[in-house]
């Protein structure tokens, strides 16, 4: 069955280090998606990507957070100055064009640790 | 609005006896509902979903989880455990044909199956 990859699986940074998260999604899929959950919260929206720019953010995802699909099978998050509170899970998602617009399939997650 | 409450943070369970994962759910609207499935190091799965069809839905594994109006509920359920089960669900639900932004998730319940 296809998966939506994520890498890593886990990484420890320094507080205002960069970051970048990678995920392959499923190859037929056009929809892309960024997902977080902190420790003990649940998991809320970061953002939406489709035909190359961002189709929707939610307040959480300001100015430190960029998204980019930089050839046809990665789509990557960044962070461009992590902070104590960015510490989370970040699950990556994807769906295809047939499937209903909240039928996603997700990845492992990237656990990030701030320090 | 809409809101998750997913009344069990652990449930623990024999293998052989029935699985019950309780999901409450609050909406202004007739929703689509979901349950995912997140086994250690894997994605989280989808399992079944209610987009008002028939209110008893059956998924993957022997899972169903049946759409009560008058309870605002959408528990999971599976006659027999069996130790793959083991794993941590999360009950979501969305406006009907809602954006990946409008998925609510639940805080997720972690199911022990006991041998």
């Known amino acids: 069955e296809p998966e939506v990859t994520q890498t890593p699986s886990h990484q420890v940074t320094q507080m205002g280090q960069e970051v970048i998260l990678r995920c392959v999604p499923i190859?037929?899929?056009?929809?892309f998606y960024w997902y977080r959950q902190i420790l003990g919260q649940k998991v809320e929206f970061l953002v939406s990507?489709?035909?190359?720019?961002?189709?929707?953010k939610s307040e959480i995802f300001d100015d430190q957070f960029s998204v980019e699909r930089p050839d046809g099978s990665n789509f990557t998050l960044k962070i461009r100055s992590t902070k104590l509170e960015d510490s989370a899970m970040y699950f990556c998602a994807s769906r295809s064009l047939a499937s209903g617009a909240n039928v996603l399939t997700f990845g492992a997650g990237s656990r990030l640790t701030v320090l | 609005a809409q809101s998750v409450t997913q009344l069990d943070s652990h449930v623990s369970v024999s293998e052989g006896t029935p699985v019950l994962l309780r999901c409450n759910y609050s909406?202004?609207?007739?929703?689509?509902l979901f349950w995912y499935v997140q086994h250690p190091n894997k994605g989280l799965q989808l399992l079944l979903k209610y987009t008002s069809a028939a209110t008893l839905v059956k998924g993957i594994n022997g899972f169903e989880a049946e759409f009560k109006k008058s309870e605002t509920s959408f528990h999971l359920t599976k006659p027999s455990a069996h130790m793959s089960d083991a794993a941590e669900y999360f009950c979501v639900v969305s406006p009907p044909s809602g954006s990946a932004r409008q998925l609510t998730f639940g805080s997720g319940t972690q199911l022990t199956v006991l041998p």
């Open positions: 909406s202004s609207y007739s929703p689509s």
């Open positions: 990507f489709y035909n190359n720019e961002i189709s929707e």
């Open positions: 190859s037929n899929h056009l929809y």
